[in-house]
T-cell receptor, first 111, second 112 residues
Framework: QQQVKQSPQSLIVQKGGIPIINCAYENTAFDYFPWYQQFPGKGPALLIAIRPDVSEKKEGRFTISFNKSAKQFSLHIMDSQPGDSATYFCAATYNNNDMRFGAGTRLTVKP | NAGVTQTPKFRVLKTGQSMTLLCAQDMNHEYMYWYRQDPGMGLRLIHYSVGEGTTAKGEVPDGYNVSRLKKQNFLLGLESAAPSQTSVYFC???????????FGPGTRLTVL
């Protein structure tokens, strides 16, 4: 049973759109919430991460929104580009050794 | 720096055969991890190591063994492969005290 539930499974947006990917978790001991980006045939790479003591974090066009009371967090991609087309995974951990990943969202940004 | 490398890139096994996957990192990272990635399941942790000579079980350890004889290498073994072990296997590593994990390119394993 997955401890981190991610939605949607796939997402298609037009260039310039703002795709939003949502994740929910159960374990309140989690204290680190990263997002990984994976291109076909490659390993995942860290995109952005947040700790539960802040509600939002921005890095360039990528923003994480975090709602501790609802046990939810989401990734927003501003001004999306075709080069952002990839699979995105949310994750959560409390000791950084037992990382629990969501099932992934395949994002397609159409030109 | 090569970062995290994995050998082999692809492998096909028959049920019951054994094999070892090699992960190597040249970043002097203390921590290393083995994950498997299956469609619709995300990545799941198999085993990890917090230092040379130490290993620990992750979320899905059954059917796998690991060894970390050298700091830069982390081996994943399948003693008797089963079709359920068909997957893409990723190795990752990180510094102690830092949260970012660096992933290798993956090994695609098919068990017939």
């Amino acid at each position: 049973q997955q401890q981190v539930k991610q939605s949607p499974q796939s997402l298609i947006v037009q260039k310039g759109g703002i795709p939003i990917i949502n994740c929910a978790y159960e374990n309140t001991a989690f204290d680190y919430f990263p997002w990984y980006q994976q291109f076909p045939g490659k390993g995942p790479a860290l995109l952005i991460a947040i700790r539960p003591d802040v509600s939002e974090k921005k890095e360039g066009r990528f923003t994480i929104s975090f709602n501790k009371s609802a046990k939810q967090f989401s990734l927003h991609i501003m001004d999306s580009q075709p080069g952002d087309s990839a699979t995105y995974f949310c994750a959560a951990t409390y000791n950084n050794n037992d990382m629990r990943f969501g099932a992934g969202t395949r994002l397609t940004v159409k030109p | 720096n090569a970062g995290v490398t994995q050998t082999p890139k692809f492998r096909v096994l028959k049920t019951g055969q054994s094999m070892t996957l090699l992960c190597a990192q040249d970043m002097n990272h203390e921590y290393m991890y083995w994950y498997r990635q299956d469609p619709g399941m995300g990545l799941r942790l198999i085993h990890y190591s917090v230092g040379e000579g130490t290993t620990a079980k992750g979320e899905v350890p059954d059917g796998y063994n690991v060894s970390r004889l050298k700091k830069q290498n982390f081996l994943l073994g399948l003693e008797s492969a089963a079709p359920s072990q068909t997957s893409v296997y990723f190795c990752a590593s990180r510094y102690r005290g830092r949260y970012e994990q660096f992933f290798g390119p993956g090994t695609r394993l098919t068990v017939l």
